[in-house]
């Protein structure tokens, strides 16, 4: 059973545009959850994180919301670039779980010029 | 810094046989962790250590192994490789948990494994 979903595999998106990529959980244990962003044959780097305590956070074009009545977050990447392109991997952590995370399955993000 | 790094990048192997995939961090973190990813499949946690001296399993651990006797290393052992162990293996570190930042965690860049 997974407990963190990334139900698109893929997205497409214009360069300037907004890339909204979406996040749902199922265990209402996770307090911290982050956005890890992959290029091919590389491991994946950490971009952007958020606490159960917050419901934003920004860091320049990366912002993600947690909505945690509805089990769900987002990253919207405003504008896109090209370098953009990648395979971006939700992940969740329970408190005290030592950096165990749970990740999603990703969803690839192409950004046209 | 050269951060993690992990050897071999590529690697075959028959049924049956073992090898060990190495996995060095330079940054001083306690934290160390090894995942595998399958095709179109997110990474999951095989083992993880919190320091030297000390490893746990992690969500799929049945057919490796690992040790840490130092902070900087932390091989994974392959004992009687099977098909199923097909996948791309990451290693990652992590500050330790009082820094705040231990889901902040450095990935090597993987090494490819594949059995027939």
């Known amino acids: 059973d997974q407990q963190v979903k990334q139900n698109s595999p893929s997205l497409s998106v214009q360069e300037g545009r907004i890339s909204i990529l979406n996040c749902d959980y199922t265990n209402s244990m996770f307090d911290y959850f982050l956005w890890y962003k992959k290029y091919p044959a590389e491991g994946p780097t950490f971009l952007i994180s958020i606490s159960s305590i917050k419901d934003k956070n920004e860091d320049g074009r990366f912002t993600v919301f947690l909505n945690k009545s509805a089990k769900h977050l987002s990253l919207h990447i405003v504008p896109s670039q090209p370098g953009d392109s990648a395979v971006y991997f939700c992940a969740a952590s329970t408190g005290g779980s030592q950096g165990n995370l749970i990740f999603g399955k990703g969803t690839k993000l192409s950004v046209k010029p | 810094n050269a951060g993690v790094t992990q050897t071999p990048k590529f690697r075959i192997l028959k049924i049956g046989q073992s090898m060990t995939l190495q996995c060095t961090q330079d940054?001083?973190?306690?934290?160390m962790y090894w995942y595998r990813q399958d095709p179109g499949m997110g990474l999951k946690l095989i083992y993880y250590?919190?320091?030297?001296?000390?490893?746990d399993k992690g969500e799929v651990p049945n057919g490796y192994n690992v040790s840490r006797s130092t902070t900087e290393d932390f091989p994974l052992r392959l004992e009687l490789a099977a098909p199923s162990q097909t996948s791309v293996y990451f290693c990652?570190?992590?500050?330790?948990?009082?820094?705040?930042?231990?889901?902040?965690?450095?990935f090597g860049p993987g090494t490819r494994l594949t059995v027939l």
């Open positions: 940054m001083n973190h306690n934290y």
């Open positions: 990652a570190s992590s500050p330790p948990l009082y820094s705040g930042r231990v889901n902040e965690q450095f």
């Open positions: 250590s919190v320091g030297a001296g000390i490893t």
